[in-house]
């Protein structure tokens, strides 16, 4: 039987790096506000799982043509950590699962960081499936995963954007 360490060690060795970012005009003095008491713009509060993260209700969207006329929706759980101030903006822990059906989905976990001019969002998911999970990410969902953090990049600038 496998100890914590080396399940840990398989879990690393399986999760796919993703990292987005889009360019803003971010305003900084709102970032502590919007992602302390005003998270509406997530969706709706839940109850704490864990000190230190808030977590909400919503809607990831995928949109796999512009027009919006083919958006796909899943239902999901988003934690945030509490956003901490660095020299070039703001870091904000995130993390997000499948609301239903979890073992179909990836599992999220990495953090935002927020400038006055760009917006990344970079971190580790866990595609579904295992090793066969991997391979399908490798040709097809990765491109999904990207889809997914710009639509959250987008919710986000639309909250804390300056103009």
Known sequence: MANTKELEAVELASSVALHVE??????????????????????EPLPPAMPGIRL??????????????????????????????DRSGWVVPIEWRAA???PLFPVFAGHLRLTARHLELDGQYLPPGGTVGYVVDRLLLHVAASGTGRWLLQKVIAAVGSG
């Open 22 to 43: 889009l360019p803003a005009s971010i305003d900084l003095d709102r970032v502590a506000v919007v992602f302390g008491s005003e998270t509406a713009w997530l969706g």
């Open 56 to 85: 909400f209700a919503c809607d990831l969207e995928l949109r796999v043509l512009p027009d919006r006329r083919a958006t796909f929706r899943k239902s999901a759980v988003v934690g945030l950590g509490e956003p901490v101030r």
């Open 100 to 102: 239903t059906h979890a």
